[in-house]
């Protein structure tokens, strides 16, 4: 898709939305807006709708650093085959499971 | 006029201004200037009308003929109706509509942050919860003054003209009358001659951030919205509001 000429567009904003404290924000979607203030009120209005919210964080859409679809082998591959990173992997003895419970 | 009958009075006062205006906003769903605005305005005017649906409410409760909130909206009249002139107006370009919700909302909070000490119980209730949504409206609406003002030279042009248009408007704001004399007496509204001192106080700083020119205090006021003595406007208004009900009387949502 062609990038559209920027004097037309305010900038984008991604937005992350948090449902309860301790949980992890998640991506909700984006948003136009001219600068941070705005980006957060536009945010609230259009994300904050209809389910709990209570924490926003915008970002610009150009500070999102992200890996490309190239980069999925060297990326994440390797770790698919490599069984033992997984605590699962290993059994506990039965001595020490007596001794954590 | 007994003190059930001020505090009805009182109520539709209140309840008036944010239907009025409610609607007056609503008229921009699908129509704003981005998508965002457009999202943005809506909230608005639904809260707004919320506010208006429970002040209807009680009103209707204070009365005491049965009236409840829809018969109220729909079914009073242009001179019946109890809202400023200022929110009746058209709304204009969007410099107009955010210069009109700010003006009002930095009114609506000062007055909220009295009410929710007021010795009716009912009416704190409801302020409680307005309060935080119209801190909201101001924060937005504020946000706009300082852009649109400190702008480019059009939104500048635009916004001051709306400001100007706009002020002799203000005065309808801190009118006060044997309603609010009564109802002030027992502490159930507060006085408005300290709102006004303080909504005059934040609305020249934020002129002046927004490098716009404060108007001349010293001009005609506009008045009569609190008799029922509207501008042409109003009946317009009212007659697309209630035009569904009065063609289908009887009809159920």
Redesign the interface.
């Known amino acids: 898709m062609e990038q559209k000429d920027n004097q037309d567009q305010?900038p984008l904003w991604e937005v992350f939305t948090q449902k309860k404290s301790g949980s992890p924000h998640e991506h909700a979607g984006s948003?136009?807006?001219?600068d941070a203030?705005?980006a957060l009120?536009?945010a609230r209005?259009?994300y904050s709708?209809r389910n709990e919210t209570i924490n926003i964080w915008v970002i610009p859409s150009e500070e999102i650093v992200a890996s490309t679809p190239e980069d999925v082998g060297p990326f994440f591959d390797p770790a698919n085959d490599k069984v033992y990173r997984h605590p699962q992997f290993y059994e506990v003895p039965r001595t020490v499971k007596k001794k954590t419970t | 006029m007994n003190s059930s009958q001020a505090l009805f009075e009182y109520l539709q006062r209140l309840a008036d201004d944010r239907l009025v205006l409610g609607h007056r906003i609503s008229e921009w769903c699908g129509h704003g200037p981005i998508l965002e605005e457009d999202i943005a305005l809506s909230n608005i005017a639904l809260d707004l009308i919320g506010h208006a649906s429970s002040l209807l409410e009680y009103a209707g409760h204070v009365e005491g003929k049965n009236r409840d909130a829809d018969r109220l909206a729909y079914w009073r009249g242009v001179r019946e109706y109890r809202n400023l002139k200022m929110v009746e107006l058209p709304n204009g370009d969007f410099g107009f509509t955010m210069a009109r919700i700010y003006l009002f909302s930095t009114y609506s909070r000062l007055l909220y942050e009295q009410l929710v000490h007021s010795t009716d119980g009912t009416l704190r209730g409801l302020s409680e919860k307005a309060l935080k949504e119209v801190r909201y409206h101001l924060r937005h609406s504020r946000n706009w003054m300082l852009r649109l003002g400190d702008g480019t030279d059009e939104s500048h042009r635009r916004i001051q003209q709306s400001i100007d248009d706009l002020w002799m408007y203000t005065g309808e704001f801190f009118e006060s009358d044997e309603v609010n004399d009564m109802l002030s007496a027992t502490g159930i509204v507060p006085d408005m001659r300290d709102l006004h001192k303080h909504w005059e106080d934040e609305v020249s700083d934020t002129l002046q951030q927004a490098t716009l020119s404060h108007p001349d205090n010293d001009q005609h006021m506009a008045t009569g919205g609190r008799n029922g003595i509207h501008t042409e406007h109003l009946g317009y208004l009212l007659g697309e509001m209630q035009s569904l009900t009065r063609m289908y009387p009887e009809a159920k949502w």
């Open positions: 305010w948003v136009h807006a001219p203030e705005m009120l536009n209005d259009v709708r």
